[in-house]
């Protein structure tokens, strides 16, 4: 069976964590990655997301995310010094001058979006669709609301697997989906979206009678089986995350871990 | 109480100009066991969506008139909600029931919407997986079930409500002998214990027979028969017309003019059988003589993750011209076989040859030209918006210029006989013209090899007739078809030849008849052949593959 979901089996200290802890650590990563735009300051977050992700042991498992996330770095590094304005002219491209500031402002924001996307990926990685069900509806979420969307992860294999089949399928009839130009791919994709939205679609009308013949929202409490718990070590993380966001603000507003602009 | 009562029921969709269930009257009584058959589109669907108040309180026809009464609880009354905590319906479609990622949580789901204590459903949980055998799977996903796993979980789910009244929607439309024999297992241990009353609704007339109280024939939204399974099989002909197949036994003693009560099932016949009929000659066993190699296949072998073997060194040649059934039991490597021959799948070792040619080593599309392949699935294949379209992308792909591709549109829309849907979006077909137009999107392109992976799954017997003879003609005309399917009466009355597969190996080879006489042998295979030869086997040590077969050979006798 091939694996579709993002969840790695695995018993370590980020995957006991209860998965409000990691809900909110990646808030603060996300929080900590926006304050700081100096290259070195955002190396250190990715640096504390990257120990969370080697204590989770999920990092080699996401190999084919590497590749994505280095072009990502790449552009953002490569892009952003031509559309941000620094002060100290370093060279010119043509008339295009090129700033010291902005190559440094380029690197820390593709430093900060690995941080943050490694950041989801590790928080997925180490929790269950239903722990996270339980601790959204936990936090108070509407139960609807939650319920759509771990339904979406349920179905996500799902729909791989019958694109898979899509692909073969239509490739069996001679429909040729190896084309070479973006506009031909674009042309391909719709041998395989029409059928596989049909799929769904038709699917999607049982379902609801499935779900309304199972009592859905028959009652306003429901009975959870798994209900998440905070421990010592939720706390004792927690506590951190926010001392350090608290930390990292107040850094910041001293001047501190930031290139552009230069005066605060 | 009755457990269900129907009053002059009249369901209306919008935009239909019949009615789906017109004057419908009906009482079940608590514990009975009620088989409802018909055509597609009798109402068998709306009927069963009635009686948890699906409609009218989630599907809202355009009119609904008359009343469904559950346990003194009239559906126009109450909520889905409160019917379903006294019925529970299990569907045709395993994938839509099961919305939630692991068996706990899935068989947790109702009982905990209805707020019961923590205990309480963990209790119930135990209990309905006991029930579906499906203890000891609490913590899998559900994903990674197989079909026939996925539907007992459908029905888990449902028993942790504690219905009182179970109706199971074609839910075993879609599995395999195997699942659907877990499935008829469950619902007997279900009778036997008085779990609950049942609703049945399925084509498997044989298996019903065995197992329900009562058979109720619905067509054009009617109940047209209504009694014990003896007396309403006994309707052979008019059964036959509305494209249903009652027990072949049954059938055979009609059509033999036998004034006794007709048998419904093997053992029934056999000891009611006159004993002055004479096999006059012994069939013909067929063994087609090829002249050129359509398919050679030596050593082939596949494996997906390098540790399990999906087919262990195969070596077959089919003729050209042949009509091969292919069968065994899922799981048995009988997809990946036939994914082979047409480059879906690339075999990890062994060659393949099409018509002397190495097929390993083109691509799929290349040798869609030579071997067309239908899914089971007819909305995997189609995506144009109208059925015209659809037949001339394959042809224009090929670069034919416009006359050809007009010609073979045509002729495919007569061959099918379709020609008045083609302006039709094949989205809004019934699900046996959608594989029509499936079948007809592939031979467009002309394939000399045609192979059919399970073309009959969810038809009626009337659909699949007709699908079939299509295949058939096609046959006629010098097409090699090869057709993977479960349902063995269309083996013994279609294929010349039969391939079973079982865990990778082709266990057997060789004409229908030579297999289908192996009946003991076949068991271990999970496969069954029809009534009417196991029936000829044990009664006059013949295999006669069908009714007409068996009439042809046996007579009154001295």
């Given amino acids: ?264 | 109480m009755s457990a269900i009562e129907i009053e002059n029921l009249f369901i209306k969709y919008r935009g239909q100009s019949d009615y789906a269930l017109q004057g419908v009257n009906l009482r079940v009584k608590n514990g009975e066991f009620v088989g409802i058959i018909g055509p597609t589109g009798a109402g068998k669907s709306s009927f069963c969506t009635t009686l948890n108040g699906l409609i009218p309180n989630l599907i809202k026809p355009e009119e609904f008139k008359g009343d469904v009464t559950i346990f003194g609880l009239n559906t126009k009354e109450h909520t889905v909600a409160e019917l379903s905590q006294h019925v529970g319906i299990v569907f045709q479609d395993f994938e839509s029931q099961l919305f939630c990622t692991t068996v706990l949580l899935e068989t947790s789901f109702g009982p905990g919407n209805l707020g019961l204590p923590r205990e309480e459903i963990l209790k119930r949980v135990d209990e309905s997986l006991k029930w579906t055998r499906l203890t000891g799977f609490e913590k899998r996903y559900t994903y990674s079930l197989s079909g026939g796993e996925k539907q007992r979980l459908a029905i888990a789910a449902t028993l942790s409500m504690h219905p009182t009244i179970i109706v199971l929607d074609e839910a075993t439309a879609d599995l395999d002998p195997v699942g659907k024999l877990e499935i008829y297992q469950i619902a007997k241990q279900f009778k036997e214990q008085q779990t609950a009353t049942m609703v049945i609704v399925d084509h498997h007339l044989d298996r019903l027979a065995e197992i329900a109280d009562r058979i109720v024939v619905l067509n054009n939204g009617q109940i047209i028969y209504d009694g014990k399974p003896r007396e309403v099989f006994s309707h052979v002909d008019e059964l036959i017309e509305m494209g249903l197949r009652p027990p072949q036994v049954t059938e055979l003693f009609f059509r033999l003019g036998i004034k006794d009560e007709y048998p419904l099932d093997v053992n029934e016949a056999i000891n009611r059988f006159p004993q002055n009929y004479k096999v006059t000659s012994p069939p013909k066993a067929i063994s087609e003589n090829f002249e050129t190699r359509a398919i050679e296949i030596r050593n082939l072998s596949h494996t997906y993750d390098g540790e399990f073997w999906a087919l262990k060194g195969i070596n077959v040649t089919i003729g050209k011209g042949e009509f091969v059934g292919v069968i065994g039991p899922n799981g048995s490597g009988k997809t990946t076989f036939a994914q082979c021959i047409n480059g879906i799948v690339r075999p990890t070792k062994g060659s393949i040859k099409l018509f002397g040619e190495e097929a390993t080593i083109k691509s799929v599309s290349e040798l869609g030209k030579i071997v067309g392949y239908v899914f089971q699935n007819p909305d995997y294949q189609i995506f144009s918006n109208t059925v015209r379209e659809e037949f001339t992308v394959g042809p224009r792909s090929l670069g034919l210029p416009s006359e050809e591709v007009n010609q073979r549109l045509a002729e495919m829309l007569k061959t099918l006989g379709i020609e008045n849907l083609a302006n039709e979006d094949p989205f809004f077909l019934s699900k046996a013209n959608r594989e029509r137009v499936a079948v007809g999107a592939v031979l467009t392109l002309k394939p000399e090899i045609v192979i059919l992976d399970e073309p009959t799954t969810g038809l009626s017997p009337g659909e699949v007739k007709k699908m079939m003879e299509l295949a058939k003609s096609l046959n006629e005309q010098g097409k090699t078809i090869v057709a993977i399917t479960h349902d063995m009466w269309v083996v013994a009355q279609y294929c010349k030849r039969v391939l079973v597969l079982h865990n990778g190996e082709l266990q057997l080879d060789g004409p229908t008849q030579n297999v289908f006489s192996q009946i003991d042998l076949l068991k271990k295979f999970y496969v069954e052949p029809p009534q009417v030869c196991r029936f000829s086997q044990a009664k006059f040590g013949e295999t006669f593959l069908t009714i007409e077969e068996l009439m042809k050979h046996v007579t009154l006798g001295g």
């Avoid at chain 1, 040729?176 to 130009?181: F, Q």
Wanted: charged fraction near 15%; charge should be positive; aromatic fraction near 14%.
């Fill in chain 1, 1 to 264: 069976m091939v694996q579709y979901t993002m969840y790695i089996e695995k018993d370590t200290f980020v995957h006991r964590l209860d998965p409000r802890t990691k809900l909110l650590w990646l808030v603060c990563v996300f929080i900590w990655s926006m304050t700081f735009n100096h290259p070195l300051w955002t190396l250190m977050i990715l640096f504390v997301v990257l120990v969370f992700g080697f204590a989770s042991k999920t990092l080699g498992r996401f190999k084919y995310f590497w590749y994505g996330l280095l072009s990502l770095f790449l552009m953002c590094s490569l892009m952003w010094p031509f559309f941000k304005r620094g002060y100290t002219v370093l060279m010119y491209f043509g008339p295009l001058p090129l700033y010291y500031e902005s190559v440094w402002y380029g690197l820390a924001v593709g430093i900060r979006l690995i941080a943050m996307v490694l950041a989801g990926i590790i928080t997925f990685a180490t929790t269950r669709v239903e722990d996270l069900l339980a601790a959204l509806c936990k936090l108070r979420f509407p139960y609807s609301m939650a319920f759509g969307v771990s339904t979406i992860f349920r179905f996500i294999p799902t729909m791989m697997g019958d694109g898979m089949l899509i692909i073969a399928a239509q490739e069996a009839r001679g429909v040729n989906l190896r084309g070479g130009s973006i506009w031909e791919k674009a042309k391909n994709s719709v041998p395989i979206m029409a059928p596989l939205l049909v799929t769904t679609l038709r699917r999607t009308g049982e379902l609801a009678m499935a779900v309304e013949a199972r009592a859905f929202r028959a009652k306003t409490e429901r009975t959870d089986l798994y209900v998440p718990r905070l421990e010592a070590k939720d706390v004792a993380v927690m506590i951190m995350a926010i001392a350090l966001t608290l930390i990292f603000l107040y850094l910041r507003l001293q001047g501190y871990g930031a290139i552009l602009p230069k005066e605060m």
